[in-house]
């Protein structure tokens, strides 16, 4: 006979059945019994974040770092406030396909529709940003439910699940049985490409002279990264990544070429326009990728591997679909692909990449020997710092993401955790939490901006209470630095709404605990590094850096991607921002 259990408790026997011994919460009333329950499975860690959007984005970057693993990250809170406040990180892991289920305690199922005190509809309202969601009222359903979620969430293109479970669920007892199977005769996820299309696929490489492959996310999440290797070095092809497919390929790999798109670097944008094929794998041709889309890769073909069959031909028509999982159907295709060397394309980009070089703002700085400490060399410091080492970046969004996407040479994949298609400022350090979870071994690099900090700037008391080896760098220059240089640039330097009047940093850390300290001069970098990495638990780094500084290049939605806004011939004159509450 099947064991007799709560809700509750068979939620947690679901959770453990299913891999899951960290969870990120925050508890409330009609969570309770789970979390009376959770007493019983001390098994299963509990990380109390100190906001339910906190919870949601430690969980998601605990999945991405986890990917190679087949982790599914785990968020829970309560209903009204506490489901609502993670809607935001919901959003962020279904923009990004991170595998996640969110669990949300719901009023007793006799109350649904009542407007009962802290009842939402949080299926509802988590609808358009969830792969599926399940509104749970009888406990017997628990098992099968989560043992769905999972499957779902983990199989095809991951994504988030949310289940919402009915306080009258928690707490009923009912046997508690397991499915051996899961039962999803609509859900099919497409595993193997279609002969045809892999001939055609074949055909157009085998004719092209000026191949890229553009590398996204996709690569990661199906662990694709052997084969992508040995499908641009079988064919001599460069590889440009984007802002989520860094590490597909180790930027140190003669053909990887770096991030594309409105803040990639010259020489990857101008391979793209004048590539005569793209090979697109695991990436939805997204706008900031794209630039004008009219004016996009005007002369290539266009061979798209992807397994959600809805983003072929939404943004960007292509001449051949490979439908299927990214790592199956690159195995599948490899054998047809002939060796190929392309010694004149491969010229063509170095000249243009050198032509970048001479654009660069450390390297300019560096050979001056002067000038301010700006956010790109606080990152290429970084960088070196960390060299060789397993490393851990999670960041915010802003300026100092994009610094980080160009300064900062991923060499592995799951080493950068950012928030890329829903821009979510304040991601950084309660990713770097979650990533500090799923890997006590290694060290987490926090790069935040000072108007993202302060979003979650809470979770600081979670590194703490955890115990996580956690270094935080802030890149201060006093503004919300990607809203004011889109002022700057389109605006006419109107800048409304942009300049942040900051707290002491390095007195906030103190509050909870943490060594902190402030560098101003180009000097002060290495030694500040050095301080991190000599204390094994939270350390903050505040870099105060020139408020106008600007990322290039630049390329706005509206204009084509070889039509770019690049680094200025001559760097223009900044000044750096003296103190937390200067006025630029």
Not at 8 to 23: K, T, Y
Not at 303 to 313: K, L, R
Not at 429 to 449: F, R, T
Not at 521 to 546: N, T
Request: charged residues 20%; contains cysteine; hydrophobic residues 40%.
């Amino acid at each position: 006979m099947p064991p007799q259990m709560t809700g509750a408790q068979m939620l947690w026997e679901s959770l453990i059945r299913e891999g899951v011994d960290v969870v990120f919460g925050y508890p409330g009333g009609s969570i309770m019994p789970v979390y009376d329950a959770l007493l019983d499975y001390p098994q299963v860690r509990h990380v109390l974040t100190r906001h339910e959007q906190g919870a949601a984005h430690a969980a998601d970057a605990y999945a991405r770092t986890l990917r190679d693993q087949g982790k599914v990250g785990v968020a829970m809170a309560t209903s009204g406030p506490g489901a609502t406040n993670l809607t935001t990180g919901i959003a962020n892991a279904f923009m990004d396909s991170s595998p996640v289920v969110f669990i949300t305690g719901q009023v007793s199922a006799e109350y649904l529709g009542t407007d009962a005190f802290q009842e939402i509809d949080v299926t509802g309202i988590s609808l358009p940003i969830t792969k599926h969601n399940f509104l749970v009222t009888r406990a017997e359903d628990i098992p099968r439910v989560v043992r769905e979620a999972f499957h779902i969430a983990r199989t095809g293109r991951p994504g988030p699940v949310l289940i919402d479970l009915c306080k009258n669920a928690q707490n009923d007892t009912a046997p508690f049985v397991w499915p051996t199977e899961v039962r999803l005769p609509g859900y099919r996820p497409p595993q193997r490409a279609d002969e045809d299309a892999l001939a055609e696929a074949t055909r157009l490489l085998a004719e092209a002279q000026r191949p890229v492959i553009l590398a996204g996310q996709g690569v990661l999440m199906s662990g694709a990264m052997p084969e992508l290797r040995a499908l641009a070095e079988k064919a001599d092809i460069p590889v440009a990544m984007t802002l989520l497919g860094l590490g597909a390929l180790p930027l140190e790999h003669h053909l990887a070429l770096g991030m594309m798109g409105m803040h990639g670097e010259y020489f990857v944008n101008m391979a793209i326009q004048h590539a005569d094929l793209l090979i697109a794998l695991g990436m939805r041709f997204d706008d900031r990728v794209t630039g004008k889309l009219e004016a996009y890769a005007p002369q290539a073909r266009k061979i798209h591997v992807e397994v959600d069959p809805a983003e072929i031909g939404k943004n960007v028509p292509v001449d051949v679909a490979l439908l299927g999982d990214l790592k199956t159907v690159l195995r599948q295709w490899l054998p047809r692909v002939a060796e190929a060397r392309r010694p004149a394309w491969r010229e063509q980009i170095a000249a243009w990449r050198a032509d970048t070089q001479e654009h660069d703002v450390v390297h300019k700085t560096r050979r001056n020997g002067k000038g301010p400490l700006r956010g790109p060399e606080v990152i290429q410091r970084l960088w070196e710092t960390t060299a060789g080492q397993d490393v851990i970046i999670a960041t915010g969004v802003g300026q100092h993401q994009m610094w980080a996407a160009q300064y900062y040479r991923f060499p592995q994949p799951y080493r950068l955790v950012t928030s890329g298609g829903l821009g979510t400022m304040g991601f950084g350090l309660p990713a770097g939490v979650g990533a500090a979870v799923a890997h006590p071994d290694k060290e987490v690099w926090v790069i935040e901006g000072d108007g993202g900090f302060q979003m979650t700037q809470a979770e600081m008391a979670t590194a703490v209470q955890e115990g996580l080896n956690i270094k935080i760098v802030v890149l201060n220059n006093n503004y919300l630095g990607m809203v004011r240089q889109w002022q700057e640039l389109f605006y006419d330097r109107r800048y409304s709404a942009v300049l942040l009047h900051n707290p002491d940093f390095v007195k906030l850390a103190d509050a909870h605990g943490i060594p902190a300290r402030r560098v101003t001069e180009r000097r002060e970098v290495d030694a500040a590094f050095a301080f991190a990495r000599q204390h094994q638990g939270p350390v903050l780094l505040e870099f105060r850096v020139p408020p106008e500084d600007n990322v290039f290049p630049m390329v706005t939605t509206s204009d084509p991607l070889h039509e770019m806004i690049r680094r200025p011939e001559e760097e223009p004159h900044v000044e750096r921002s003296d103190w937390a509450g200067a006025a630029p």
